[in-house]
Every structure is written in structure tokens, then in C-alpha cells.
């Protein structure tokens, strides 16, 4: 028996460190973290994602799952909360920043207008898992100033760290299951000597 309890320290600390997303993984900060900002050129908004009916994290680069989501973007600067906003969640082609085309790769797009608040909020359904911008232009009544921004995303991918997490979960659950495999055949051998 003095055998399995150190294999099942080994699977408690293998599962402690792979069960859960790291501190510094994007899900789950709050929503003025500046790990997130869309560049407007020398303006910047604030991105975040949720999909609060399955969970409360907040997300950035990664929504998990494919279905409604909610995206929220916060401006503070006074500028843009005085210009009109056009809103659209583009299907990302792989084309370059500036390459892509606002109307043919389009999954959706708000209404344009202008938010005084210098915040909006509005629901959009992923229905296939792949890669998305979300593209924002901000213009003044004039149309003589003009800021666009870019902020790449997934909804319903693997990140990197989920596959590593569950490669080492797997890992390790075989080398301990292989370990204990010979600890079992060599006591059983010992006791039939």
C-alpha cells in the first residue's frame, strides 16, 4: 500500500498544476484590464468579451465557445464619445491589416451611431468556431477626423494553453498508471518468489 500513496501525491500535484488556467491566461481578468485595448491610432478603446450563459469569466483574445456572446467596448477619450461609431465583426480571411474588406467578410455590424457614454454594449452569435475582427470606425460629424481599429479574436478554438493542459493532464495520468502498473507486478512478483 506504501507505494500508491507517493503515486497519489504525484497525480494530486500533476492535477493541481494542470487543472486550472494560469494567472496570466487571458479568461477571467477584469474588465479594465489594458491587456485588451483596440489601437486607434493615437486613441485606444477597450475590448472585452463574455458568454454569460455559461460562464462569468471575461474574455479577450479567446471566446470558447461557438453561440451568443456579448461584446463591450469602452472608449474613456471625450473625442470618441462625440464621433459616430460603425461596428462590425468581420470572418478573418488572413489578409493584412488594412487588406480586408468591411462589407464581403462581414458576420455582423451594429447600427452606426454615436455613443456619448463612450461605451457599448451588444450581443452576437458565433455560429462556427474560427477567427474574427472585430473592426471599428469612429468619424466625426464632418468626416474630417477618422480612427480605425483592429482586434483579432477567436470564438469556439483551442488555445495553445487548453491543449497543453490536457497533453500533461494525459501525460501524466499514464506515466502514473504505468508506474503503478510495474509497482503492482513487481510487489506481486516479490510475493511469489
Not at 462569468?56 to 461609431?85: H, K, Q, S, Y
Request: proline residues 5%; contains cysteine; charged residues 25%.
Amino acid at each position: 500500500m506504501r507505494a500508491y500513496s507517493g503515486l497519489g501525491i504525484v497525480l494530486i500535484v500533476a492535477l493541481a498544476a494542470f487543472a486550472g488556467r494560469p494567472a496570466f491566461a487571458k479568461g477571467g481578468w477584469h474588465y479594465y484590464d489594458p491587456e485588451c485595448p483596440i489601437e486607434l491610432g493615437s486613441k485606444s478603446m477597450k475590448f472585452v468579451a463574455s458568454q454569460p450563459k455559461s460562464t462569468v469569466e471575461r474574455f479577450c483574445d479567446a471566446i470558447p465557445d461557438t453561440g451568443p456572446a456579448v461584446i463591450e467596448l469602452d472608449a474613456p477619450d471625450n473625442e470618441l464619445r462625440d464621433m459616430v461609431w460603425d461596428i462590425r465583426i468581420l470572418r478573418d480571411q488572413g489578409k493584412k491589416d488594412g487588406e480586408e474588406d468591411p462589407n464581403a467578410d462581414l458576420v455582423f455590424r451594429l447600427p452606426t451611431e454615436k455613443h456619448r457614454n463612450g461605451m457599448v454594449n451588444f450581443d452576437a452569435n458565433f455560429k462556427s468556431a474560427g477567427e474574427y475582427i472585430l473592426f471599428v470606425e469612429l468619424s466625426s460629424d464632418d468626416g474630417t477626423r477618422k480612427y480605425i481599429g483592429r482586434h483579432h479574436f477567436t470564438a469556439g478554438l483551442w488555445e495553445p494553453m487548453e491543449i497543453y493542459t490536457v497533453a500533461g493532464l494525459a501525460a501524466a495520468v499514464l506515466l502514473g498508471g504505468g508506474f503503478a502498473a510495474y509497482r503492482y507486478l513487481a510487489i506481486r512478483r516479490a510475493k511469489s518468489a
